[in-house]
Protein backbone atom coordinates (compact mmCIF):
# COMPACT_ATOMS: atom_id res chain seq x y z
CA UNK A 1 0.00 0.00 0.00
CA UNK A 2 2.64 2.77 1.02
CA UNK A 3 5.02 2.02 -1.60
CA UNK A 4 2.26 2.37 -4.32
CA UNK A 5 0.57 5.52 -2.58
CA UNK A 6 3.73 7.41 -1.42
CA UNK A 7 6.11 9.71 -3.71
CA UNK A 8 9.90 8.54 -3.33
CA UNK A 9 10.56 11.43 -0.55
CA UNK A 10 7.67 10.42 1.48
CA UNK A 11 8.34 6.69 1.24
CA UNK A 12 11.95 7.33 2.53
CA UNK A 13 10.51 9.49 5.78
CA UNK A 14 8.34 6.34 6.48
CA UNK A 15 11.20 3.81 6.01
CA UNK A 16 12.97 5.24 8.00
CA UNK A 17 11.36 5.47 11.04
CA UNK A 18 11.15 1.69 10.99
CA UNK A 19 8.01 2.04 12.69
CA UNK A 20 5.54 -0.61 12.06
CA UNK A 21 2.43 0.47 14.12
CA UNK A 22 2.90 4.25 12.05
CA UNK A 23 2.95 1.70 8.59
CA UNK A 24 0.20 -0.16 9.61
CA UNK A 25 -1.66 3.23 10.76
CA UNK A 26 -0.77 5.14 7.80
CA UNK A 27 -1.99 2.12 5.28
CA UNK A 28 -5.38 1.89 6.91
CA UNK A 29 -5.88 5.83 7.02
CA UNK A 30 -5.06 5.53 3.30
CA UNK A 31 -7.21 2.79 2.52
CA UNK A 32 -9.81 4.50 4.19
CA UNK A 33 -9.93 7.75 3.18
CA UNK A 34 -8.60 7.52 -0.50
CA UNK A 35 -6.85 10.58 -1.05
CA UNK A 36 -5.15 11.32 -4.39
CA UNK A 37 -1.98 12.18 -2.86
CA UNK A 38 -0.15 11.43 0.48
CA UNK A 39 2.32 14.54 1.77
CA UNK A 40 4.92 12.93 4.31
CA UNK A 41 6.21 16.07 6.53
CA UNK A 42 9.20 16.23 8.96
CA UNK A 43 10.68 18.82 11.55
CA UNK A 44 12.32 20.82 9.04
CA UNK A 45 11.58 24.27 8.66
CA UNK A 46 11.26 23.97 5.06
CA UNK A 47 8.28 21.49 5.39
CA UNK A 48 6.78 24.08 7.99
CA UNK A 49 6.91 26.85 5.50
CA UNK A 50 5.25 24.32 3.01
CA UNK A 51 2.07 23.54 5.11
CA UNK A 52 1.61 27.49 5.81
CA UNK A 53 1.85 28.43 2.19
CA UNK A 54 -0.93 25.46 1.30
CA UNK A 55 -2.93 26.89 4.26
CA UNK A 56 -3.62 29.88 2.57
CA UNK A 57 -3.30 27.97 -1.35
CA UNK A 58 -6.12 26.18 -0.05
CA UNK A 59 -8.26 29.03 1.58
CA UNK A 60 -8.18 27.44 5.19
CA UNK A 61 -6.29 30.82 6.41
CA UNK A 62 -5.67 34.00 4.83
CA UNK A 63 -3.20 36.47 5.05
CA UNK A 64 -3.11 39.84 7.32
CA UNK A 65 -1.68 42.97 6.45
CA UNK A 66 1.18 42.47 9.50
CA UNK A 67 3.58 40.24 8.04
CA UNK A 68 3.22 36.86 9.05
CA UNK A 69 -0.41 37.40 10.36
CA UNK A 70 -3.07 34.95 9.07
CA UNK A 71 -7.39 34.39 9.60
CA UNK A 72 -8.94 31.56 9.78
CA UNK A 73 -12.64 31.59 10.14
CA UNK A 74 -14.90 28.02 11.22
CA UNK A 75 -18.22 27.36 9.50
CA UNK A 76 -20.98 29.75 10.28
CA UNK A 77 -24.70 29.18 9.02
CA UNK A 78 -26.35 30.37 12.06
CA UNK A 79 -26.10 31.06 15.90
CA UNK A 80 -27.82 26.77 16.06
CA UNK A 81 -25.55 25.80 13.20
CA UNK A 82 -22.46 26.22 13.11
CA UNK A 83 -18.54 24.60 13.46
CA UNK A 84 -17.38 27.14 16.15
CA UNK A 85 -16.80 25.29 19.79
CA UNK A 86 -16.61 21.70 20.99
CA UNK A 87 -18.70 19.48 19.63
CA UNK A 88 -19.49 17.51 23.07
CA UNK A 89 -22.29 15.52 21.97
CA UNK A 90 -20.54 13.71 19.62
CA UNK A 91 -17.18 13.17 21.03
CA UNK A 92 -17.55 9.89 22.37
CA UNK A 93 -14.89 7.17 23.55
CA UNK A 94 -14.70 3.80 21.67
CA UNK A 95 -15.19 1.07 24.14
CA UNK A 96 -15.50 -2.31 23.96
CA UNK A 97 -18.39 -4.30 24.98
CA UNK A 98 -16.91 -6.17 27.83
CA UNK A 99 -15.67 -3.01 29.61
CA UNK A 100 -16.91 -1.95 32.73
CA UNK A 101 -17.34 0.72 34.37
CA UNK A 102 -17.70 3.80 32.06
CA UNK A 103 -21.41 4.53 32.86
CA UNK A 104 -20.09 8.18 32.99
CA UNK A 105 -18.38 8.56 29.75
CA UNK A 106 -20.48 9.86 26.72
CA UNK A 107 -19.40 6.76 24.84
CA UNK A 108 -20.81 3.72 22.03
CA UNK A 109 -19.83 0.53 21.90
CA UNK A 110 -16.45 0.04 20.03
CA UNK A 111 -17.65 -1.72 16.88
CA UNK A 112 -20.54 -0.03 16.75
CA UNK A 113 -18.61 2.88 16.69
CA UNK A 114 -15.52 1.84 14.45
CA UNK A 115 -18.64 1.31 11.70
CA UNK A 116 -20.56 4.58 11.96
CA UNK A 117 -16.96 6.64 12.20
CA UNK A 118 -15.66 4.19 8.95
CA UNK A 119 -18.27 4.59 7.26
CA UNK A 120 -18.39 8.60 7.31
CA UNK A 121 -14.62 8.75 6.63
CA UNK A 122 -15.23 6.41 3.76
CA UNK A 123 -13.47 8.38 0.50
CA UNK A 124 -13.29 11.51 2.82
CA UNK A 125 -10.06 12.74 1.19
CA UNK A 126 -11.06 11.88 -2.42
CA UNK A 127 -9.79 14.78 -4.57
CA UNK A 128 -7.65 15.97 -1.39
CA UNK A 129 -3.84 15.26 0.03
CA UNK A 130 -3.35 13.67 2.80
CA UNK A 131 -1.00 15.21 5.16
CA UNK A 132 1.05 12.88 7.44
CA UNK A 133 3.03 14.52 10.70
CA UNK A 134 5.17 13.67 13.61
CA UNK A 135 4.83 15.60 17.23
CA UNK A 136 6.17 15.38 20.86
CA UNK A 137 3.23 16.64 23.58
CA UNK A 138 6.32 17.65 26.36
CA UNK A 139 9.71 18.25 26.24
CA UNK A 140 11.67 16.50 23.44
CA UNK A 141 14.08 13.65 24.80
CA UNK A 142 12.00 13.61 27.91
CA UNK A 143 10.85 11.59 30.61
CA UNK A 144 7.38 13.05 30.14
CA UNK A 145 7.23 12.96 26.28
CA UNK A 146 4.58 11.36 24.27
CA UNK A 147 4.82 11.35 20.52
CA UNK A 148 1.94 11.74 18.53
CA UNK A 149 1.38 10.90 14.51
CA UNK A 150 -1.63 13.25 12.98
CA UNK A 151 -2.97 12.58 9.43
CA UNK A 152 -5.25 15.16 8.50
CA UNK A 153 -6.48 16.94 4.83
CA UNK A 154 -6.54 20.42 6.58
CA UNK A 155 -3.49 22.54 6.14
CA UNK A 156 -5.03 24.59 8.64
CA UNK A 157 -5.09 21.92 11.36
CA UNK A 158 -1.25 21.24 10.76
CA UNK A 159 0.04 24.92 10.57
CA UNK A 160 -1.56 25.13 14.03
CA UNK A 161 -0.11 22.51 15.31
CA UNK A 162 3.39 23.57 14.07
CA UNK A 163 2.89 26.57 16.47
CA UNK A 164 1.37 24.66 19.23
CA UNK A 165 3.79 21.42 19.17
CA UNK A 166 7.42 20.35 19.48
CA UNK A 167 8.33 18.54 16.35
CA UNK A 168 8.40 14.99 16.88
CA UNK A 169 9.83 13.09 13.54
CA UNK A 170 13.20 13.18 14.64
CA UNK A 171 12.14 11.08 18.01
CA UNK A 172 10.53 8.66 16.39
CA UNK A 173 13.55 8.31 13.89
CA UNK A 174 15.97 7.91 17.03
CA UNK A 175 13.67 6.05 19.34
CA UNK A 176 12.87 1.95 19.42
CA UNK A 177 11.06 0.97 16.38
CA UNK A 178 8.76 -0.39 18.67
CA UNK A 179 8.13 3.23 20.37
CA UNK A 180 4.20 3.50 21.62
CA UNK A 181 2.09 6.67 20.32
CA UNK A 182 -1.12 8.65 20.28
CA UNK A 183 -2.88 8.38 16.38
CA UNK A 184 -4.88 11.24 15.06
CA UNK A 185 -6.66 10.77 11.89
CA UNK A 186 -8.92 13.79 10.56
CA UNK A 187 -10.55 15.17 7.91
CA UNK A 188 -12.16 18.65 7.35
CA UNK A 189 -15.19 16.54 4.71
CA UNK A 190 -16.47 18.82 2.29
CA UNK A 191 -15.22 22.63 2.03
CA UNK A 192 -17.23 25.59 0.54
CA UNK A 193 -15.41 28.97 1.32
CA UNK A 194 -12.64 27.49 2.92
CA UNK A 195 -15.07 25.76 5.79
CA UNK A 196 -16.40 22.48 6.56
CA UNK A 197 -19.90 22.49 6.03
CA UNK A 198 -21.11 18.70 6.43
CA UNK A 199 -21.74 19.38 10.19
CA UNK A 200 -24.32 17.08 10.64
CA UNK A 201 -22.06 14.37 9.85
CA UNK A 202 -19.39 15.58 12.69
CA UNK A 203 -17.50 13.25 14.94
CA UNK A 204 -15.06 12.89 17.27
CA UNK A 205 -14.10 9.27 18.14
CA UNK A 206 -11.57 8.25 20.64
CA UNK A 207 -10.90 4.53 20.55
CA UNK A 208 -9.11 3.74 23.96
CA UNK A 209 -7.95 0.79 22.54
CA UNK A 210 -5.64 1.74 20.35
CA UNK A 211 -4.68 5.06 21.27
CA UNK A 212 -6.42 6.94 18.55
CA UNK A 213 -9.06 9.90 17.53
CA UNK A 214 -11.00 9.83 14.89
CA UNK A 215 -12.29 13.19 13.53
CA UNK A 216 -14.25 14.38 10.71
CA UNK A 217 -16.02 17.19 9.08
CA UNK A 218 -15.07 20.26 11.27
CA UNK A 219 -11.94 22.70 11.11
CA UNK A 220 -12.39 24.17 14.68
CA UNK A 221 -9.01 23.16 16.48
CA UNK A 222 -10.81 22.04 19.79
CA UNK A 223 -12.03 19.40 17.51
CA UNK A 224 -9.07 18.59 14.81
CA UNK A 225 -6.23 19.38 16.90
CA UNK A 226 -5.89 16.16 18.48
CA UNK A 227 -3.07 16.76 20.25
CA UNK A 228 -4.73 18.87 22.10
CA UNK A 229 -7.53 18.03 24.69
CA UNK A 230 -8.16 14.94 22.76
CA UNK A 231 -4.74 13.48 23.69
CA UNK A 232 -5.50 14.60 27.06
CA UNK A 233 -8.46 12.15 27.11
CA UNK A 234 -5.66 9.49 26.35
CA UNK A 235 -3.64 10.52 28.25
CA UNK A 236 -5.32 10.77 31.34
CA UNK A 237 -6.11 7.08 31.14
CA UNK A 238 -2.26 6.16 30.53
CA UNK A 239 -1.47 8.19 33.31
CA UNK A 240 -3.71 6.56 35.55
CA UNK A 241 -1.53 3.10 34.23
CA UNK A 242 1.41 4.68 34.80
CA UNK A 243 1.17 6.68 38.21
CA UNK A 244 1.66 10.29 37.12
CA UNK A 245 -1.00 12.66 36.26
CA UNK A 246 -2.41 14.69 33.46
CA UNK A 247 -3.98 17.88 33.89
CA UNK A 248 -5.83 20.67 32.47
CA UNK A 249 -3.30 23.09 34.49
CA UNK A 250 -1.21 26.35 33.32
CA UNK A 251 2.25 26.06 34.62
CA UNK A 252 4.12 29.06 36.28
CA UNK A 253 6.98 30.83 38.02
CA UNK A 254 6.25 32.86 41.05
CA UNK A 255 9.27 35.05 42.32
CA UNK A 256 9.87 35.63 45.61
CA UNK A 257 12.78 36.90 47.83
CA UNK A 258 16.52 36.96 46.74
CA UNK A 259 15.81 35.64 43.25
CA UNK A 260 13.83 32.43 44.29
CA UNK A 261 11.24 31.40 41.66
CA UNK A 262 8.29 28.47 43.04
CA UNK A 263 6.57 26.57 40.55
CA UNK A 264 2.88 26.68 40.57
CA UNK A 265 0.29 24.83 38.56
CA UNK A 266 -3.48 25.90 38.19
CA UNK A 267 -6.59 24.56 37.75
CA UNK A 268 -9.68 27.32 36.30
CA UNK A 269 -12.51 26.58 34.64
CA UNK A 270 -13.15 28.96 31.66
CA UNK A 271 -13.65 32.51 32.35
CA UNK A 272 -12.47 31.81 35.56
CA UNK A 273 -8.76 33.84 35.28
CA UNK A 274 -6.63 31.03 34.47
CA UNK A 275 -5.05 32.86 31.48
CA UNK A 276 -4.50 36.28 33.54
CA UNK A 277 -3.03 34.64 36.37
CA UNK A 278 -1.05 32.37 34.18
CA UNK A 279 0.84 35.27 32.21
CA UNK A 280 0.99 37.96 35.18
CA UNK A 281 3.50 40.59 34.01
CA UNK A 282 5.84 40.41 36.76
CA UNK A 283 6.02 36.42 36.93
CA UNK A 284 7.24 33.77 34.20
CA UNK A 285 5.09 31.42 32.33
CA UNK A 286 5.92 28.12 31.45
CA UNK A 287 2.52 27.12 29.56
CA UNK A 288 -1.23 28.52 29.92
CA UNK A 289 -3.67 24.94 29.77
CA UNK A 290 -1.87 21.81 29.98
CA UNK A 291 0.63 19.94 32.00
CA UNK A 292 2.04 16.53 32.50
CA UNK A 293 3.10 16.45 36.47
CA UNK A 294 5.24 13.12 37.54
CA UNK A 295 7.04 12.34 40.71
CA UNK A 296 10.69 12.17 40.33
CA UNK A 297 12.99 11.27 43.12
CA UNK A 298 10.05 11.91 45.68
CA UNK A 299 9.90 15.31 43.88
CA UNK A 300 6.90 16.42 41.59
CA UNK A 301 7.87 17.76 38.83
CA UNK A 302 6.43 19.14 35.44
CA UNK A 303 5.93 20.19 31.57
CA UNK A 304 4.02 22.09 29.89
CA UNK A 305 2.46 19.27 27.35
CA UNK A 306 2.46 22.27 24.62
CA UNK A 307 4.95 25.30 23.44
CA UNK A 308 2.27 27.61 21.98
CA UNK A 309 -1.14 29.26 23.12
CA UNK A 310 -4.23 28.78 21.73
CA UNK A 311 -6.39 30.98 23.35
CA UNK A 312 -9.47 32.80 23.52
CA UNK A 313 -9.00 36.55 22.48
CA UNK A 314 -12.53 38.30 23.60
CA UNK A 315 -11.56 40.90 26.61
CA UNK A 316 -8.17 40.64 25.45
CA UNK A 317 -6.80 44.31 26.11
CA UNK A 318 -3.57 46.04 26.71
CA UNK A 319 -4.52 46.94 30.30
CA UNK A 320 -4.82 43.65 31.61
CA UNK A 321 -3.09 41.24 29.51
CA UNK A 322 -0.31 43.37 28.19
CA UNK A 323 2.06 40.61 27.55
CA UNK A 324 0.08 39.01 25.42
CA UNK A 325 -1.38 42.52 23.56
CA UNK A 326 1.68 42.93 22.95
CA UNK A 327 2.52 39.59 21.57
CA UNK A 328 -0.54 40.10 19.19
CA UNK A 329 0.37 43.32 17.75
CA UNK A 330 4.10 42.51 16.81
CA UNK A 331 5.61 40.98 13.38
CA UNK A 332 5.49 37.09 13.76
CA UNK A 333 3.49 34.48 12.94
CA UNK A 334 -0.30 34.48 14.43
CA UNK A 335 -3.15 32.52 13.79
CA UNK A 336 -6.47 34.45 14.31
CA UNK A 337 -9.96 32.78 14.22
CA UNK A 338 -13.29 34.20 14.05
CA UNK A 339 -12.21 37.61 14.53
CA UNK A 340 -13.33 40.77 12.13
CA UNK A 341 -10.70 41.68 9.87
CA UNK A 342 -11.05 45.48 8.00
CA UNK A 343 -8.18 46.89 6.38
CA UNK A 344 -6.23 43.74 6.69
CA UNK A 345 -6.46 43.88 10.51
CA UNK A 346 -7.90 41.95 13.30
CA UNK A 347 -10.47 43.26 15.99
CA UNK A 348 -12.36 41.68 18.47
CA UNK A 349 -14.76 42.19 21.49
CA UNK A 350 -13.10 44.06 24.17
CA UNK A 351 -10.05 44.59 22.81
CA UNK A 352 -10.17 48.49 23.84
CA UNK A 353 -10.35 50.00 20.84
CA UNK A 354 -13.25 51.08 18.77
CA UNK A 355 -14.23 48.34 16.15
CA UNK A 356 -14.46 49.41 13.06
CA UNK A 357 -18.35 49.90 11.23
CA UNK A 358 -17.61 47.06 8.49
CA UNK A 359 -15.28 44.03 7.65
CA UNK A 360 -15.24 40.66 6.42
CA UNK A 361 -15.66 38.12 9.50
CA UNK A 362 -16.59 34.66 10.54
CA UNK A 363 -20.21 35.16 9.08
CA UNK A 364 -19.35 37.35 5.66
CA UNK A 365 -19.75 40.56 5.31
CA UNK A 366 -20.18 42.58 8.69
CA UNK A 367 -21.56 45.85 10.27
CA UNK A 368 -22.83 46.72 13.74
CA UNK A 369 -26.60 45.27 14.30
CA UNK A 370 -26.41 42.78 11.89
CA UNK A 371 -28.30 39.42 13.47
CA UNK A 372 -28.91 36.20 11.93
CA UNK A 373 -32.34 34.51 10.70
CA UNK A 374 -32.68 33.41 14.47
CA UNK A 375 -33.02 37.33 15.37
CA UNK A 376 -29.64 36.77 17.14
CA UNK A 377 -27.10 39.45 17.03
CA UNK A 378 -23.93 38.62 14.84
CA UNK A 379 -20.93 40.19 16.97
CA UNK A 380 -17.98 41.64 15.40
CA UNK A 381 -15.73 38.76 16.57
CA UNK A 382 -17.59 35.39 17.56
CA UNK A 383 -18.70 35.41 21.18
CA UNK A 384 -16.61 33.36 23.64
CA UNK A 385 -14.39 31.59 20.98
CA UNK A 386 -12.48 33.72 18.82
CA UNK A 387 -9.29 32.98 19.46
CA UNK A 388 -4.92 32.85 18.62
CA UNK A 389 -2.81 30.47 18.15
CA UNK A 390 0.86 31.55 18.73
CA UNK A 391 4.23 30.39 19.98
CA UNK A 392 4.80 30.89 23.42
CA UNK A 393 8.47 31.92 22.70
CA UNK A 394 6.87 35.51 21.64
CA UNK A 395 6.58 36.16 25.02
CA UNK A 396 8.43 38.39 26.98
CA UNK A 397 7.89 36.57 29.78
CA UNK A 398 8.47 33.20 29.32
CA UNK A 399 10.29 30.93 31.97
CA UNK A 400 13.86 30.01 31.11
CA UNK A 401 13.45 26.62 32.05
CA UNK A 402 10.36 26.27 30.17
CA UNK A 403 11.76 23.20 27.96
CA UNK A 404 13.47 21.65 30.94
CA UNK A 405 13.32 17.99 30.02
CA UNK A 406 13.26 17.07 33.40
CA UNK A 407 10.33 19.46 33.86
CA UNK A 408 10.20 22.03 37.07
CA UNK A 409 9.81 21.46 40.59
CA UNK A 410 6.06 22.09 41.88
CA UNK A 411 5.86 23.92 44.73
CA UNK A 412 1.83 24.73 44.80
CA UNK A 413 -1.74 23.07 43.17
CA UNK A 414 -4.04 26.19 42.68
CA UNK A 415 -7.50 25.18 42.20
CA UNK A 416 -9.40 28.81 41.17
CA UNK A 417 -13.20 28.95 40.38
CA UNK A 418 -16.04 31.88 39.67
CA UNK A 419 -17.94 32.28 42.90
CA UNK A 420 -20.09 35.68 43.75
CA UNK A 421 -21.08 35.31 47.42
CA UNK A 422 -18.59 32.21 49.21
CA UNK A 423 -15.03 31.27 48.67
CA UNK A 424 -12.51 33.93 49.93
CA UNK A 425 -9.90 35.12 47.81
CA UNK A 426 -6.91 32.78 48.54
CA UNK A 427 -6.68 30.17 50.83
CA UNK A 428 -4.77 27.34 51.58
CA UNK A 429 -5.42 23.60 52.53
CA UNK A 430 -4.59 21.63 55.65
CA UNK A 431 -2.81 18.72 53.86
CA UNK A 432 -2.92 17.31 50.16
CA UNK A 433 -6.10 15.07 51.01
CA UNK A 434 -7.88 18.20 52.32
CA UNK A 435 -6.54 20.05 49.23
CA UNK A 436 -7.63 17.66 46.80
CA UNK A 437 -10.92 17.16 47.70
CA UNK A 438 -12.26 20.32 49.46
CA UNK A 439 -10.77 22.35 46.86
CA UNK A 440 -10.14 20.40 43.70
CA UNK A 441 -12.87 17.69 43.71
CA UNK A 442 -15.20 20.83 44.86
CA UNK A 443 -14.32 23.40 42.24
CA UNK A 444 -17.51 25.11 40.42
CA UNK A 445 -17.90 28.21 38.24
CA UNK A 446 -20.82 30.83 38.23
CA UNK A 447 -22.27 31.58 34.92
CA UNK A 448 -21.72 34.77 33.88
CA UNK A 449 -23.55 37.06 30.75
CA UNK A 450 -21.29 36.17 28.55
CA UNK A 451 -22.36 32.45 28.65
CA UNK A 452 -25.61 30.75 26.69
CA UNK A 453 -28.04 30.70 29.91
CA UNK A 454 -29.37 31.82 32.98
CA UNK A 455 -26.76 34.47 34.87
CA UNK A 456 -24.72 32.47 38.67
CA UNK A 457 -25.86 29.21 38.11
CA UNK A 458 -23.42 27.07 39.34
CA UNK A 459 -21.71 24.44 37.41
CA UNK A 460 -19.63 21.45 39.33
CA UNK A 461 -16.38 21.33 37.50
CA UNK A 462 -13.89 19.24 39.98
CA UNK A 463 -10.17 20.01 38.73
CA UNK A 464 -11.55 21.96 35.68
CA UNK A 465 -10.95 18.78 33.75
CA UNK A 466 -14.74 16.91 33.75
CA UNK A 467 -15.44 17.94 30.47
CA UNK A 468 -11.84 15.50 29.00
CA UNK A 469 -12.38 12.63 31.68
CA UNK A 470 -11.56 9.25 29.80
CA UNK A 471 -12.06 7.23 33.02
CA UNK A 472 -14.84 7.72 35.72
CA UNK A 473 -14.55 10.65 38.09
CA UNK A 474 -13.91 8.36 41.34
CA UNK A 475 -11.03 6.12 40.03
CA UNK A 476 -9.58 9.79 38.81
CA UNK A 477 -10.14 10.68 42.45
CA UNK A 478 -8.67 8.12 44.18
CA UNK A 479 -5.72 8.09 41.57
CA UNK A 480 -5.17 11.61 42.18
CA UNK A 481 -5.06 11.44 46.38
CA UNK A 482 -2.91 8.15 45.99
CA UNK A 483 -0.57 10.35 44.00
CA UNK A 484 0.77 12.31 46.87
CA UNK A 485 2.44 8.74 48.39
CA UNK A 486 5.14 8.71 45.49
CA UNK A 487 6.07 11.86 47.23
CA UNK A 488 8.54 13.12 50.36
CA UNK A 489 6.71 17.07 49.78
CA UNK A 490 3.91 16.96 48.55
CA UNK A 491 3.18 20.50 46.51
CA UNK A 492 1.19 22.95 48.42
CA UNK A 493 -2.76 23.40 47.53
CA UNK A 494 -4.04 26.76 47.23
CA UNK A 495 -8.19 28.14 46.07
CA UNK A 496 -8.34 31.41 44.50
CA UNK A 497 -11.43 33.50 43.98
CA UNK A 498 -11.15 36.61 41.73
CA UNK A 499 -14.82 37.32 41.76
CA UNK A 500 -16.59 37.86 45.37
CA UNK A 501 -18.87 40.54 45.12
CA UNK A 502 -20.97 42.75 47.77
CA UNK A 503 -24.68 42.76 48.11
CA UNK A 504 -24.68 45.56 45.08
CA UNK A 505 -23.09 43.17 42.94
CA UNK A 506 -19.45 44.75 43.04
CA UNK A 507 -16.46 43.26 43.11
CA UNK A 508 -14.42 43.09 46.37
CA UNK A 509 -11.27 42.86 44.77
CA UNK A 510 -9.13 44.38 41.78
CA UNK A 511 -7.69 42.53 38.60
CA UNK A 512 -4.33 43.55 39.78
CA UNK A 513 -4.71 42.19 43.55
CA UNK A 514 -3.87 38.65 42.09
CA UNK A 515 -0.28 38.93 42.30
CA UNK A 516 -0.26 39.67 45.74
CA UNK A 517 -2.47 36.17 46.41
CA UNK A 518 0.49 34.95 44.16
CA UNK A 519 3.30 36.17 46.38
CA UNK A 520 1.36 35.08 49.73
CA UNK A 521 1.62 31.52 48.58
CA UNK A 522 5.02 31.63 47.63
CA UNK A 523 5.85 32.77 50.70
CA UNK A 524 3.76 30.22 52.55
CA UNK A 525 5.40 27.17 50.52
CA UNK A 526 8.91 28.13 51.95
CA UNK A 527 7.11 28.82 55.42
CA UNK A 528 8.28 32.08 55.49
CA UNK A 529 4.65 33.89 56.97
CA UNK A 530 2.26 32.53 59.56
CA UNK A 531 -1.79 31.87 58.50
CA UNK A 532 -5.26 31.95 60.22
CA UNK A 533 -6.49 28.54 60.62
CA UNK A 534 -9.85 28.43 59.63
CA UNK A 535 -12.90 26.52 58.91
CA UNK A 536 -12.27 25.82 55.39
CA UNK A 537 -8.34 26.12 55.12
CA UNK A 538 -5.59 28.23 56.18
CA UNK A 539 -6.50 32.06 55.80
CA UNK A 540 -3.77 35.21 55.08
CA UNK A 541 -2.99 37.25 58.09
CA UNK A 542 -3.65 41.04 57.82
CA UNK A 543 -0.04 42.22 58.14
CA UNK A 544 1.31 39.84 55.71
CA UNK A 545 -1.37 41.17 52.73
CA UNK A 546 -1.06 44.80 53.87
CA UNK A 547 3.02 44.41 53.49
CA UNK A 548 2.22 42.01 50.25
CA UNK A 549 0.10 45.44 48.83
CA UNK A 550 2.66 48.09 49.55
CA UNK A 551 5.67 45.65 48.12
CA UNK A 552 3.61 44.45 45.00
CA UNK A 553 1.04 47.17 43.82
CA UNK A 554 2.12 50.25 45.98
CA UNK A 555 -1.32 50.69 47.28
CA UNK A 556 -3.05 50.87 50.44
CA UNK A 557 -4.90 47.93 52.28
CA UNK A 558 -7.09 48.39 55.21
CA UNK A 559 -8.33 46.37 57.89
CA UNK A 560 -12.11 46.80 56.39
CA UNK A 561 -10.68 45.45 52.75
CA UNK A 562 -9.29 42.47 54.97
CA UNK A 563 -12.42 41.82 57.30
CA UNK A 564 -15.17 41.98 53.82
CA UNK A 565 -12.62 40.35 51.81
CA UNK A 566 -11.67 37.30 54.07
CA UNK A 567 -14.70 36.79 56.11
CA UNK A 568 -15.94 33.19 56.30
CA UNK A 569 -19.44 33.15 54.57
CA UNK A 570 -20.56 30.42 56.93
CA UNK A 571 -24.42 29.77 55.36
CA UNK A 572 -22.83 29.89 52.00
CA UNK A 573 -20.20 27.01 52.91
CA UNK A 574 -22.68 25.18 54.36
CA UNK A 575 -24.74 25.45 50.86
CA UNK A 576 -21.33 24.69 48.76
CA UNK A 577 -21.22 21.06 50.61
CA UNK A 578 -24.85 20.05 50.16
CA UNK A 579 -24.38 20.94 46.98
CA UNK A 580 -20.74 18.91 46.31
CA UNK A 581 -21.81 15.80 48.49
CA UNK A 582 -25.40 15.76 46.40
CA UNK A 583 -23.28 15.63 42.99
CA UNK A 584 -21.22 12.60 44.81
CA UNK A 585 -24.14 11.10 45.63
CA UNK A 586 -25.42 10.32 42.51
CA UNK A 587 -22.02 9.17 41.12
CA UNK A 588 -20.60 5.49 41.77
CA UNK A 589 -17.55 4.49 42.89
CA UNK A 590 -16.17 7.57 45.08
CA UNK A 591 -13.55 7.48 47.27
CA UNK A 592 -15.44 7.08 51.27
CA UNK A 593 -12.58 10.27 52.12
CA UNK A 594 -14.59 12.19 50.04
CA UNK A 595 -17.75 12.41 52.10
CA UNK A 596 -15.61 12.34 55.29
CA UNK A 597 -13.56 15.46 54.67
CA UNK A 598 -16.84 17.60 53.66
CA UNK A 599 -18.41 16.04 56.53
CA UNK A 600 -15.78 17.23 58.89
CA UNK A 601 -15.81 20.67 57.39
CA UNK A 602 -19.25 21.19 57.84
CA UNK A 603 -19.06 19.87 61.29
CA UNK A 604 -16.25 22.69 61.54
CA UNK A 605 -18.20 25.46 60.18
CA UNK A 606 -21.16 25.02 62.56
CA UNK A 607 -18.99 25.12 65.38
CA UNK A 608 -17.87 28.65 64.41
CA UNK A 609 -21.19 29.84 63.73
CA UNK A 610 -22.49 28.66 67.23
CA UNK A 611 -19.16 30.73 68.76
CA UNK A 612 -19.14 33.58 66.36
CA UNK A 613 -22.20 33.76 63.90
CA UNK A 614 -23.22 33.64 60.44
CA UNK A 615 -20.43 35.90 59.07
CA UNK A 616 -16.82 35.87 60.67
CA UNK A 617 -13.93 37.94 60.34
CA UNK A 618 -10.60 36.12 60.42
CA UNK A 619 -9.49 39.24 62.51
CA UNK A 620 -11.80 37.34 65.66
CA UNK A 621 -10.41 33.97 65.50
CA UNK A 622 -6.28 35.17 65.44
Known amino acids: MLTKRLDVAGLAKVAALGNKRINQFLAEAIELCNPDQVLVYDDSIEDAARIRAKAMADGEERPLAMAGNTVHFDGYINSRQNDQARDKEHTRYLVPAECPDVAELNSIERQEGLTEI ?7 MAGKEMLVRFFCLGPTASPFSILCVQITDSAYVAHSEDLLYRPGYEQFRHGDSDIPFFAML ?7 NGVSIDSDRRRIYIDIVRNLVYCANSQYAGNTVGLKKLALRLAIRKAEREGWLAEHMFLMGVHGPAGRVTYF ?61 RALNTVDETIFNNVLISDGKPYWN ?18 PGLTDCYGEEIAASYRGNAR ?25 IIFGGRDSDTAVPVLESFDWQHGVITFGAALESESTAATHGAQGVRKFNPMAILDFLSIPLGRYLHHYLDFSKQLDRPPQ ?37 TAVR ?14 LFHQVLDKDYSRQQYARQFAIRISQNLSKIKRIVEHYRGLTGIPQIVFSLLEDQRKRLIDLQKQRGDMVSPLDIL
Request: proline share 5%; charged share 25%.
Open 186 to 192: HSAGRLE
Open 118 to 124: QSIMRNI
Open 534 to 547: GPTGFLPRYDDLAN
Open 493 to 529: IFATNYWLTDERGNYLNEKCDKAVWLKWMELRVHGEC
Open 265 to 325: SGAYPSACGKTSTALLQKETVVGDDLAYIRAIDGQARAVNVERGIFGIIEDLNEDDDPVLF
Open 388 to 412: FTLRLNRLKNLDPKAEEPAGVPLGG
Open 350 to 367: GMGRTLPKQGVNYAGRWR
